[in-house]
């Protein structure tokens, strides 16, 4: 593994030294798409990480049908598109800048 494991996202239990499971990395993700949704953006690294193809079979199984980072995750790994079941504020989608980021 090439990244360091953010302890913030972890604040129930002890953060995993490692993510080899499938069940580890979906863990993972469901903790990263809640704190990016809500704003808290990873580390260059654990961006990197989750793109990588060893990444595609966990994001595919979350299912977090409600987080825009889920969908972009999605995207990032060539999956098909999943009905997105949250909404966008109107703040985010008529921000004219939104395409910049």
């Not at 993700?29 to 809500?38: E, Q, T």
């Not at 989750?50 to 409600?66: F, G, M, P, Q, Y």
Request: aromatic residues 12%; contains cysteine.
């Amino acid at each position: 593994m090439t990244f360091q494991i953010d302890g913030s996202l972890y604040p129930d239990i002890d953060p995993p030294a490692t993510l080899d499971t499938r069940e580890d990395k979906i863990d993972f993700i469901a903790r990263l798409c809640s704190a990016w949704d809500f704003g808290l953006l990873p580390d260059w690294e654990t961006i990197v990480e989750v793109r990588k193809e060893s990444w595609r079979e966990a994001i595919d199984v979350c299912n977090l049908l409600t987080s825009p980072t889920y969908h972009l995750l999605r995207e990032w790994h060539q999956l098909p598109p999943a009905q997105f079941l949250g909404n966008i504020p109107a703040y985010i989608r008529d921000d004219p800048y939104l395409a910049f980021i």
